[in-house]
């Protein structure tokens, strides 16, 4: 089966500090794309942000930017100046051949310490 | 905006009972999905529906069926419900379109007594 593997079970970070959360991905698909979302303790799944495997350039959205190295089959989210709204579920995505069928990591807990 | 809408935040029922999760969304999209996620297992695909009547297994579809009768609601149907069937369900919407992500209802915790 072709996996999308999140080491990290849990991280901490203290408040306004960056942090990085890792994903690795399998797949023999020339066409792709990876998503992360962010599931707080409410339980709603939330879009964060997109890369294409063709996108030369690594993705940014506002705090959020995707540290994309294709070659190593890697795809780290990368949070900036963490806020405690920012504690939450992690989870990495791999959109298969035609992007209909997501294959999610196991996620990673991140805490945000005042 | 996209809003998906799941009938119940929380359920509880009886192993042996037919269980049904509603699933309503209003952008139009083609596609729709059901996931259920378990610690430390992530998100697992159930069954998606690319059209209405159309279905497909995702990769659990076992003790499960769905029904898509209408475009803008997809329902996941426990037939006899068992309690390793206790999970949080998710719901999700796609356009089509490559560069979109899907997007998610807020969840039914089911609890089979």
């Known amino acids: 089966a072709q996996k999308i593997t999140q080491t990290q079970p849990g991280m901490f970070v203290q408040e306004k500090e960056a942090v990085t959360l890792d994903c690795t991905y399998d797949t023999s698909d020339p066409s792709y794309g990876l998503f992360w979302y962010k599931q707080p303790s409410s339980g709603e799944m939330i879009f964060l942000i997109y890369?294409?495997?063709?996108?030369?350039q690594n993705a940014t959205e506002g705090r959020y930017s995707l540290n994309f190295q294709k070659a190593r089959k890697s795809a780290n989210l990368v949070i900036s100046a963490s806020q405690l709204g920012d504690s939450a579920m992690y989870f990495c995505?791999?959109?298969?051949?035609?992007?209909?069928?997501?294959?999610f990591g196991t996620g990673t807990r991140l805490l945000v310490s005042p | 905006d996209v809003k998906v809408t799941q009938s119940s935040r929380y359920l509880v029922k009886r192993t042996g009972e037919k269980v049904f999760l509603e699933c309503v969304q209003d952008?139009?999209?083609?596609?729709m999905f059901w996931y259920r996620q378990d610690p430390g297992l992530g998100l697992r695909l159930i069954y998606f529906?690319?059209?209405?009547?159309?279905?497909e297994k995702g990769d659990i579809p076992e003790g499960y069926s769905v029904s898509r009768e209408k475009k803008e609601r997809f329902s996941l149907i426990l037939e006899s419900a068992s309690t390793n069937q206790t999970s949080m369900y998710l719901c999700a919407t796609w356009t089509g379109d490559s560069n979109q992500p899907q997007h998610f209802g807020d969840g039914t915790r089911l609890s089979i007594l």
């Open positions: 995505a791999r959109g298969s051949t035609g992007f209909q069928k997501l294959v």
């Open positions: 952008m139009d999209h083609e596609n």
């Open positions: 529906s690319y059209d209405v009547k159309m279905k």
């Open positions: 890369q294409g495997s063709y996108d030369q």
